[in-house]
């Protein structure tokens, strides 16, 4: 019976092998692919006429030079910055490094810088408009005339006289009173 069991699996692995083909295989073409066609561009009669982009005021744009400019780093941390332009504009800044008074992320204590400086241009009203600012532990503090001021959040208490009581509500009857009538009679 064993005999029998493996002659038949023999049988079905040697039937289920596929038999060698001697014919050729197909051979296929390429694709082959058109170039696409358009509809021939529009013709206009009569050809529009564009109009040259608006100025604004401004014939063409013209550089601004810049008149002067100064980095000094002397190598002691200290640094001095400053620059003016042909159109008004002037920048000037200068850095100190102040030590301990800041930590980075992990805690350690860093140097940081002290800066002082200040900027001004001209606007568009004619008006030179300057702005001096510190830069230092406390945050950046500009200070100019253009800056608003903030409107004042504490007020002075007014003074009270003690001898002034407050009148009570009274609590009593009002002098109107409907009388309750039940819907149901």
């Known amino acids: 019976m064993k005999l029998f ?8 692995a040697v039937a289920d092998r596929p038999q060698p083909s001697y014919r050729p295989r197909p051979t296929y073409a390429a694709p082959t692919y058109a170039a696409p066609t358009y509809a021939p561009a529009p013709t206009y009669k009569p050809q529009p006429k564009y109009a040259p982009a608006p100025s ?7 550089p601004i030079a810049i008149l002067g400019q100064e980095d000094v780093h002397p190598g002691d941390g200290t640094y001095s910055s400053k ?3 042909e159109n008004g504009i002037y920048r000037s800044e200068t850095g100190v490094p102040v030590p301990g008074y800041g930590k980075n992320a992990y805690g350690e204590a860093e140097d940081l810088y002290r800066q002082e400086g200040s900027w001004s241009y ?3 009203y004619g008006e030179a408009v300057k702005v001096a600012f510190v ?22 208490t007014p003074e ?8 009570q509500p009274s609590y009593g009857k009002p002098a109107y009173q409907p009388a309750y009538k039940p819907a149901y009679n």
């Open 122 to 124: 001209t606007n568009g």
């Open 135 to 156: 830069a230092d532990e406390n945050g950046y503090q500009p200070s100019s005339d253009i800056l608003p001021t903030p409107v004042p959040t504490e007020y002075p």
């Open 160 to 167: 009270v006289d003690p001898t002034y009581v407050e009148p």
């Open 83 to 85: 620059f003016s332009t």
């Open 5 to 12: 069991i493996i002659a038949a699996l023999a049988l079905v």
């Open 56 to 62: 604004y005021g401004h014939s063409s744009y013209k």
